[in-house]
């Protein structure tokens, strides 16, 4: 773990670092309470003869390391070669044709930068991906890594002529969506795999094989969503109700749900917030367990949606609820944890974080002793994002080759927070199918069911 911070902690200031030779590279240390010239250059992973070197008045017979003096790190390239815009591999080994029997060169083309919040989250993402990489060494998996900063306005064209890049096996980006032309030709030209982490529009996935999609089209997500919906429900009444929200986008899944229905011949409800007591009530049935779908996903909505729903469980105690929402209610579980259980809610999601499962505390925990900081407070957690995404892509690769597919069943894997099962596209490149529903029960437990 110590090995691995001597090249995560240059990921924080990989913005600066582009046109300076990496072996050259400092990183500034503020020395806390009880902290050592020997253990500062131990968690480092450096000698403490190169740290003196690059703080010259640690040389002073007299110099006192004090609590607050910021000093400068060192960050040691693997070769005096290195090149400007990368970091050092993490490992590395053979030289053979064969991915599966030498290391695997794996690059990152990423906004890797600290000016806005999609830098931030992409330097989250990678020090997932250097996590994965020192995970994988236990097995036997040997990574070099190199890195890019491609922020929104960046040359990609000058990045993709590096012999590096053109050397790589795995590319892992972009995450904008404007840089997937230029990248979906230079993956086709270079036989290099593309995981293309965010962006969902690459519509190249539909004819480059080289493609990894990991996230799926809006379009294409309503409708799969709106597909299990119906199914995972086969035997529940629906309530679609309108919440008068202009702003919504909402209202293709539940037109998309409604169809799926009435193609089954399956009886449904509509009603509003708006109506009145009875006419609310009304729209559920006593014979079979009801579901209610809002077509929207605003906090508002779903607050009075608990409160209409309240009513009915207060009058008719006997009438079976569940709702099912959306990814955006994601943010609201903590806060309405309570009503999540009571109306064991369903959330559709490509992703879900238990924070409080000891997997995850695990990583959280190596993380902070890692970067000395939290992980963003977001969803996804990009840490994890990228952990998740690079461990099942190098077990791949290791294991399968060039050849690898992504299809479920390839490997164990067991996801900290994305599960991943792709699929080809007629005569294409793969896109991610896995999907979760995940289930607030009434007896204060979740359980994610993969569908």
């Known amino acids: 773990m110590k090995r691995l911070s001597r090249y995560v902690w240059l ?9 300076v030779a990496a072996q050259q590279l400092t990183v500034s240390h503020k020395v806390k309470k009880k902290e050592t010239i020997y253990g500062i250059a131990r968690d480092y992973g450096i000698t403490i003869e190169q740290l003196m070197q690059a703080n010259p008045g640690m040389e002073s017979p007299d110099y006192q390391l004090k609590k607050g003096t910021i000093i400068q790190i060192p960050v040691i390239a693997s070769g005096p070669q290195a090149d400007a815009g990368s970091v050092a591999p993490v490992t590395s080994s053979g030289t053979a044709d064969d991915v599966r029997s030498r290391s695997i060169r794996l690059g990152v083309m990423l906004p890797l930068h600290q000016s806005n919040n999609d830098g931030k989250r992409m330097v989250e993402y990678y020090r997932g991906v ?38 790589c096996d795995m590319v892992i980006g972009p995450f904008y969506s404007k840089y997937m032309s230029v990248m979906s030709a230079f993956a086709d030209d270079h036989d290099v795999l593309l995981v293309v982490p965010f962006s969902i529009h690459a519509p190249e996935v539909y004819s480059n094989r080289n493609i990894f999609q990991i996230y799926q089209t809006p379009n294409d997500l309503t409708e799969s969503t709106a597909r299990r919906c119906a199914e995972w429900f086969k035997d529940s009444h629906m309530i679609v109700v309108d919440c008068a929200d202009s702003t919504s986008t909402k209202g293709a899944f539940t037109a998309m749900l409604r169809r799926q229905l009435e193609v089954a011949d399956r009886r449904y409800s509509l009603t509003s917030l708006k109506s009145s007591d009875a006419n609310f009530a009304a729209a559920f049935v006593k014979d079979q367990p009801n579901v209610v ?51 064991g809610v369903y959330v559709p999601s490509p992703f879900y974080t238990n924070l409080l499962s000891p997997q995850t505390e695990a990583f959280q925990r190596r993380y902070r002793a890692c970067f000395r900081q939290e992980m963003l407070p977001s969803l996804p957690r990009f840490a994890l994002s990228g952990f998740d995404h690079a461990l ?24 900290i927070q994305t599960p991943l099962k792709f699929e080809r596209v007629g005569n294409g490149g793969l896109q991610n199918r896995s999907y979760m529903f995940i289930h607030y029960k009434p007896d204060h437990t979740i359980e994610t069911i993969n569908y």
């Open 11 to 19: 990921l924080a200031f990989l913005f600066v670092a582009m046109g």
């Open 130 to 167: 250097l996590m994965a990489c020192d995970s994988v060494k236990k097995e036997g998996i040997s990574v070099d890594v190199y890195a890019w900063n491609l922020p929104e306005n960046g040359n990609v064209k000058a990045l993709l002529d590096l012999p590096e890049a053109r050397n």
């Open 293 to 343: 779908v809002l077509n929207s996903a605003r906090s508002r909505d779903l607050l009075a949606a608990f409160g209409r729903l309240s009513a009915i469980k207060a009058s008719q105690p006997e009438v079976q609820i569940s709702m099912f929402g959306y990814t955006e209610w994601l943010a609201y579980a903590q806060q309405q944890a309570g009503n999540f259980h009571k109306y």
């Open 392 to 415: 099942f892509f190098l077990r791949g690769l290791h294991k399968y080759g060039k050849a690898f597919d992504g299809a479920g069943g390839r490997f164990g894997y067991q996801p």
